[in-house]
């Protein structure tokens, strides 16, 4: 009796119910394009990605999935053979005039001028090689930090900081001193920078930087001496043969000529009564 009423329930049971209750996986199968489930023989859609039939249990219920599959479609950086040629994420690259490029929003400095490439199944900015690099003094964040020329501690000159040009003797002796190189209006100068010349009588600074003031190079000292004691003995020798003249506008006049030297010049008149 018990027999005869198990086998009358199971031929009451149609094949999807049978399934329902004991749902089988692990075939391939195919994703349509209308959203149905197709198992591969079933399939008349061209794929190059098979899926695996799942069940998942909703409801008391199972519900069929296929897990896996794609259909022939464009090529998408996702590190899937979408085009089913072969090639996974092959000439996916977005340059900076393509509006999907997205580098000119996230990026800083000259990276925003990166061109958009797709490397293991994500869209990358790789910059270019022009300014991408290095901070250097030009007005532009090389190295897309924000920060740019001086503001960037990692800025790089072309020289060392301090620099110094001369014979090494006269560095800070007198008026000579190093320069400083600095990057302004986007390019570098070496700013303050004081070399030795010949000496300059008569500034009282030492600018030949040998930490003598003023002197006179030993030719030109001759000279000047040799002028000097000239003048003395001249001044001298008409000092005795100026009696009783008088000067007109610092000149020694008599009867409206000029007949004296012009000792004025050199600070004295030796005017006698």
């Known amino acids: 009796m018990k027999r005869s ?12 119910d049978f399934i329902s209750f004991y749902p089988v996986g692990g075939q391939p199968c195919v994703l349509d394009t209308d959203g149905k489930i197709y198992i591969e023989s079933e399939a008349e859609v061209i794929t190059c990605h098979l899926g695996i039939v799942e069940y998942e249990k909703k409801n008391s219920k199972y519900i069929r999935k296929c897990i896996g599959s794609s259909l022939l479609s464009f090529e998408i950086c996702d590190s899937i053979d979408n085009d089913c040629d072969g090639l996974i994420d092959e000439d996916i690259n977005f ?8 580098c000119k929003d996230t990026e800083l400095g000259v990276c925003k001028l990166s061109h958009q490439k797709c490397l293991e199944g994500q869209m990358v900015c790789i910059p270019s090689d022009g300014n991408y690099g290095s901070e250097i003094c030009d007005g532009m964040d090389n190295d897309c930090d924000g920060l740019m020329d001086n503001d960037d ?11 110094y040009w001369g014979p090494e003797e006269t560095l800070n002796i007198g008026e000579c001193r190093a320069g400083h190189r600095l990057c302004l209006n986007n390019e570098e100068v070496l700013f303050g920078m004081v070399l030795p010349i010949q000496e300059i009588c008569g500034n009282l600074d030492d600018d030949d930087c040998d930490n003598v003031t003023d002197e006179i190079e030993e030719p030109r ?13 001249v001044q001298w020798e008409w000092s005795d043969k100026l009696s009783n003249e008088q000067y ?8 409206g ?5 012009p000792l004025f010049l050199f600070g004295t008149t030796n005017r006698r009564s």
Do not use: H, M, Q
């Not at 000529?257 to 030297?261: H, L, M, R």
């Open 257 to 261: 000529k000029t007949v004296g030297f």
């Open 153 to 163: 501690p990692s800025l790089i000159l072309s020289g060392e900081e301090w620099e």
């Open 95 to 102: 340059y900076p005039s393509n509006v999907k490029n997205t």
């Open 221 to 233: 000292a001759k000279i000047l001496t040799f002028f000097y004691l000239w003048i003395i003995l």
């Open 5 to 16: 009423l198990f086998l009358n329930l199971i031929f009451l049971l149609s094949c999807e």
């Open 248 to 255: 007109v506008n610092g000149r020694l006049n008599k009867d």
